[in-house]
């Protein structure tokens, strides 16, 4: 069997209500997976950038995951967005759910600038608008704070075979940020994307991991 991570993160400064939580557990509950091979696990981070490395990362290296797909969310975008890249950056004024700041702009000094995602991005993106049309694109820019710090921290890990770090908008339900409620998905549709990216990457992890 094999096995499936599902990230989400917490609330944060802003975020007093994170959906990557419930879309997490919600995913990995689904039984489909059971029934294909798969084991899939949600872990639902903290917000702070000490969990990346006392949470993540271990739980990485514990279960030796195939396949991973991460979430967060990007409260003011408008469309569910397929993080092409992770940058070896941070921002220094955004400081994360217990208050914490990072003491460097590099996030891995002496490690590489650009770290890309583990997966054919075009297909996946094809994949996540067949199941729910017009709520996916492509972003090179997954901003830099604890998505991007924890998007490039797992790729780092050589274990698994497909990562992707996948941003959501705030559902249109939520009505923030005031405004723009009507050019987002709910979360319904969001919700038939991402399943259908997790399907698309677990089964990327399990291809790759395959024996030869």
């Known amino acids: 069997m094999s096995r499936l991570l599902i990230t989400g993160f917490g609330p944060f400064p802003g975020v007093p209500r994170n959906p990557t ?4 557990r919600r995913l990995a509950a689904d039984p489909r997976w059971r029934r294909r091979g798969i084991a899939a696990e949600a872990l639902v981070l903290p917000t702070t950038w000490r969990a990346v490395d006392e949470i993540l990362l271990p739980r990485i290296r514990q279960i030796r995951p195939d396949a991973v797909l991460m979430l967060g969310v990007a409260a003011r975008r408008r469309r569910v967005t397929i993080e092409v890249r992770a940058l070896n ?11 914490g700041l990072p003491m460097r702009l590099a ?5 590489p600038f650009v ?7 075009a297909p996946l993106l094809a994949a996540m608008n067949a199941a729910a049309p017009g709520t996916t694109r492509l ?3 997954a901003g830099r704070y604890l998505c991007n710090g924890a998007s490039y921290a797992a ?10 770090f996948v941003h959501v908008p705030m559902p249109r339900e939520t009505g923030r940020p005031l405004g723009t409620a009507g050019d987002r998905p709910d979360a319904a549709r969001m919700l038939r994307a991402l399943t259908a990216a997790a399907g698309r990457v677990a089964q990327a992890g399990r291809r790759r991991s395959a024996p030869a």
């Open 89 to 99: 950056r941070v921002g220094r004024l955004l400081p994360d759910a217990a208050g």
């Open 139 to 141: 972003s090179r820019n």
């Open 155 to 164: 790729l780092g890990e050589p274990g698994p075979a497909a990562l992707i």
């Open 107 to 111: 996030y891995r000094p002496g490690e």
């Open 115 to 121: 770290r890309r995602a583990r997966i054919a991005v």
């Open 21 to 24: 939580e419930i879309l997490a």
